[in-house]
């Protein structure tokens, strides 16, 4: 059971109150009564439900980690982060007790409110069912946390609550003109894309697929500084921020997008567009309180029932299960100086130059658009990074900040 938490979130941290999960990727987790009343909860074991690389399990047989793991670790990295700048510069910044919990709890919450089949709900079947949706997992995010502590009693202070919030939606726009800045780029940067979210997923994604990871969070994070309200990296780390945005370019073109992987998604959008007019499974993205309900065994209620409204979408899942799937045509690569003046093709294109007598139909066929870059979609992203060079000067450490923006010209975005 979780321990006592005070109104102004302050933590006991008796022995008898701690929990220790193990973690396979970062050892020991410790977690103090105030995360435990969050993480006891049935909205939040919901992500136990959540595969971490939604339908990518079908291809990559260990991508079976969930969004519960990789909360936890973000969590702890965020502890981890802030713990290492509090540790140098604490009195300087005036770090409290208070900033170090807020910033846990918001890696800790951070995917609370997230669809099923990772990105696919939100970008693929959604936009599909609903016009001009803008409903978003970061959005619900904030909406479940109210939710479970409303249902769940957590006595916590609710200025505290509110940075949990704005840390979990964090944009540049929105946090220029915060207190100490810095601390809303900790778990989701929008300044320039480097945060502890990050440095989980792609270690853990990787692991999980047997894929090498030569970028290592760890340094980054021991030597980091805050500099003018901004997290900044030692000039010598440059390379390793580089891999943070290399490896991530990578796990998308090698696992989220790989073309068996496209084929699956699109069949479960299908099933589930289908599914809609009987399931309703668009009337529960609106309250935390029916969303939590939502997750990854839908796939699962589709294919056991006998209802005849279900059929075609048990047929799908059906061909999924049977290997039966999309079949992959063609890729084009769009080169980088035609991308200004690219025009989308569809189906219909396709279909009407359509010369082998193949009969297709616009249905037949799927187009998939996919943009992998380095967070910054043209532009080098080291250009958005500020870095550091120690410099000592009459006995008297000196920072001097310089920027890596010219390195690496070359291709940032496929």
Same mark, same amino acid.
């Given at each position: 059971?979780?321990?006592?938490?005070?109104?102004?979130?302050?933590?006991?941290?008796?022995?008898?109150?701690?929990? *220790? &999960?193990?973690?396979?990727?970062?050892?020991? %987790?410790?977690?103090?009564?105030?995360?435990?009343?969050?993480?006891?909860?049935?909205?939040?074991?919901?992500?136990?439900?959540?595969?971490?690389?939604?339908?990518?399990?079908?291809?990559?047989?260990? $991508?079976?980690?969930?969004?519960?793991?990789?909360?936890?670790?973000?969590?702890?990295? $965020?502890?981890?982060?802030?713990?290492?700048?509090?540790?140098?510069?604490?009195?300087?910044?005036?770090?409290?007790?208070?900033?170090?919990? =807020?910033?846990?709890? $918001?890696?800790?919450?951070?995917?609370?409110? *997230?669809?099923?089949?990772?990105?696919?709900?939100?970008?693929? @079947?959604?936009?599909?069912?609903?016009?001009?949706?803008?409903?978003?997992?970061?959005?619900?995010?904030?909406?479940?946390?109210?939710? &479970?502590?409303?249902?769940?009693? #957590?006595?916590?202070?609710?200025?505290?609550?509110?940075?949990?919030?704005?840390? %979990?939606?964090?944009?540049?726009? *929105?946090?220029?003109?915060?207190?100490?800045?810095?601390?809303?780029?900790?778990?989701?940067?929008?300044?320039?894309?480097?945060?502890?979210?990050?440095?989980?997923?792609?270690?853990?994604?990787?692991?999980?697929?047997?894929?090498?990871?030569?970028?290592?969070?760890?340094?980054?994070?021991?030597?980091?500084?805050?500099?003018?309200?901004?997290?900044?990296?030692?000039?010598?780390?440059?390379?390793?921020?580089?891999?943070?945005?290399? =490896?991530?370019?990578?796990?998308?073109?090698?696992?989220?997008?790989?073309?068996?992987?496209?084929?699956?998604?699109?069949?479960?959008?299908?099933?589930?567009?289908?599914?809609?007019?009987?399931?309703?499974?668009?009337?529960? #993205?609106?309250?935390?309180?029916?969303?939590?309900?939502?997750?990854?065994?839908?796939?699962?209620?589709?294919?056991?029932?006998?209802?005849?409204?279900?059929?075609?979408?048990?047929?799908? %899942?059906?061909?999924?299960?049977?290997?039966?799937?999309?079949?992959?045509?063609?890729?084009?690569?769009?080169?980088?100086?035609?991308?200004?003046?690219?025009?989308?093709?569809?189906?219909?294109? #396709?279909?009407?130059?359509? =010369?082998?007598?193949?009969?297709?139909?616009?249905?037949?066929?799927?187009?998939?658009?996919?943009?992998?870059?380095?967070?910054?979609?043209? $532009?080098?992203?080291?250009?958005?990074?500020?870095?550091?060079?120690?410099?000592?000067?009459?006995?008297?450490?000196?920072?001097?900040?310089?920027? @890596?923006?010219?390195?690496?010209?070359?291709?940032?975005?496929?």
């Amino acid at each position: 059971m979780a321990g006592p938490v005070s109104s102004l979130g302050y933590v006991n941290t008796e022995r008898k109150f701690l929990k *220790h &999960i193990r973690d396979n990727v970062h050892g020991n %987790i410790l977690l103090e009564p105030i995360f435990l009343s969050f993480m006891d909860t049935e909205q939040f074991q919901r992500l136990r439900d959540l595969k971490q690389l939604g339908l990518s399990y079908m291809v990559y047989p260990g $991508a079976v980690h969930s969004r519960f793991e990789h909360s936890l670790g973000v969590y702890w990295l $965020a502890g981890k982060a802030i713990d290492a700048i509090k540790k140098y510069q604490g009195q300087e910044l005036g770090i409290e007790h208070t900033d170090v919990l =807020t910033v846990k709890l $918001a890696g800790l919450l951070h995917d609370v409110g *997230h669809g099923p089949f990772s990105h696919t709900f939100e970008r693929g @079947f959604l936009p599909l069912v609903l016009q001009g949706s803008t409903w978003s997992h970061e959005e619900m995010s904030v909406k479940m946390i109210d939710h &479970i502590v409303d249902q769940h009693k #957590i006595d916590l202070d609710s200025e505290l609550l509110k940075k949990v919030k704005e840390m %979990i939606t964090s944009s540049p726009g *929105h946090s220029s003109q915060r207190e100490k800045r810095f601390l809303y780029d900790i778990v989701a940067n929008g300044r320039n894309g480097i945060d502890v979210d990050k440095f989980d997923y792609i270690v853990r994604d990787s692991r999980a697929c047997g894929l090498g990871c030569n970028f290592q969070h760890e340094r980054l994070m021991e030597t980091m500084h805050v500099v003018d309200d901004e997290i900044c990296y030692r000039a010598n780390d440059y390379l390793t921020v580089h891999k943070l945005f290399a =490896t991530r370019a990578d796990l998308h073109q090698t696992v989220y997008t790989h073309a068996k992987v496209k084929a699956i998604e699109l069949m479960v959008i299908d099933a589930l567009v289908k599914a809609n007019p009987f399931l309703q499974i668009t009337s529960l #993205i609106h309250q935390p309180s029916e969303f939590w309900k939502l997750d990854d065994s839908i796939l699962k209620t589709i294919e056991s029932s006998s209802q005849q409204e279900l059929k075609e979408s048990r047929d799908l %899942i059906q061909r999924i299960r049977r290997r039966d799937l999309y079949q992959y045509c063609n890729e084009f690569s769009v080169p980088k100086e035609r991308l200004d003046h690219f025009r989308s093709i569809t189906p219909q294109d #396709i279909v009407c130059s359509q =010369t082998n007598g193949a009969n297709l139909k616009e249905e037949d066929v799927v187009v998939s658009y996919v943009k992998i870059d380095l967070t910054r979609g043209r $532009a080098n992203p080291l250009g958005s990074v500020n870095f550091f060079k120690v410099l000592i000067h009459l006995n008297s450490l000196l920072l001097s900040l310089l920027s @890596f923006s010219f390195f690496f010209f070359g291709k940032y975005i496929d």
